[in-house]
């Protein structure tokens, strides 16, 4: 279970530029927040900075009304998928999605079955055997997302997963990730510049511009706005 709080985050780059100038966020227990708005809007650094992967400017970050700034990516406990997904191309689909379990010295027993449950909810148990070049771009998305969820993090973190799919798929994929994402209750926040698929997905939508927040609502409260 996990609650985030944004407090006032803000991002200003190495070389001067500031990306993000001041977010407030409250994110409840098992809640998708969509991140959404065009590129360049800072998106990417925030959820970055959520990750761990860049360093926080300003502001605070907590998790659990803990707070997180100055932990690494691996003690945040959060799980990332990312747009090229990221497979280990000369492991199999078995191998890829119990990577982050061997690192932490899961049992072997505990690996094989939390994988093949994993696998099973992802429609892959007869795919496992096979490497990622011998899947299509839906299935290694699916591997991508089986990684995320074996290691049964406290939030789940989306970087334009879908954008790399084609668009009868990418719908297919985003009505399983709604599904998967409240059948797991996993605390989510998911990135896109696709307001169609940002309005499917989101219990809350977070409209990004020049690095603020412009607007936080449910996609009722902003686009059924007059
Ligand atoms: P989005 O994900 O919405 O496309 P980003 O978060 O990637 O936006 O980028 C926000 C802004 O920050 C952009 O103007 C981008 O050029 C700038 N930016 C991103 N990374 C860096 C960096 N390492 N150094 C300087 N500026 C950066
Ligand atoms: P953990 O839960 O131990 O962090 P991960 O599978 O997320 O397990 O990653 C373990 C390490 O391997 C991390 O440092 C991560 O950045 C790196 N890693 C994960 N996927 C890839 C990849 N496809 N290519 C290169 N490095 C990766």
Known sequence: MATLALQNIRKTYPNGYQAIHGINLDIADGELIVLVGPSGCGKSTLLRMIAGLETISEGQLNINATQVNNLEPAERDIAMVFQNYALYP??????????????RGTEKS??????????????????????????SGGQRQRVAMGRAIVRDPKVFLFDEPLSNLDAKLRVQMRIEIKKLQKELGTTSI?????????????????????????????????????
């Not at 000369?90 to 690192?103: P, S």
């Not at 007869?126 to 011998?134: E, N, S």
């Not at 990135?191 to 409209?207: F, G, I, K, S, Y």
């Open 110 to 135: 505990v690996i094989l079955d939390k994988v093949t449950r994993t696998a099973r909810m992802l429609e892959l148990d007869h795919l496992l055997d096979r490497k990622p070049k011998q899947l």
């Open 190 to 226: 998911y990135v896109t510049h696709d307001q169609v698929e940002a309005m499917t997905l989101a219990d809350r939508l977070v409209v990004m511009n020049g690095g603020v927040a412009e607007q936080i609502g449910t996609p009722m409260e902003i686009y059924n706005r007059p």
């Open 90 to 103: 000369h492991m199999t689909v078995f191998d890829n999605m119990a990577y982050g379990l061997k690192n």
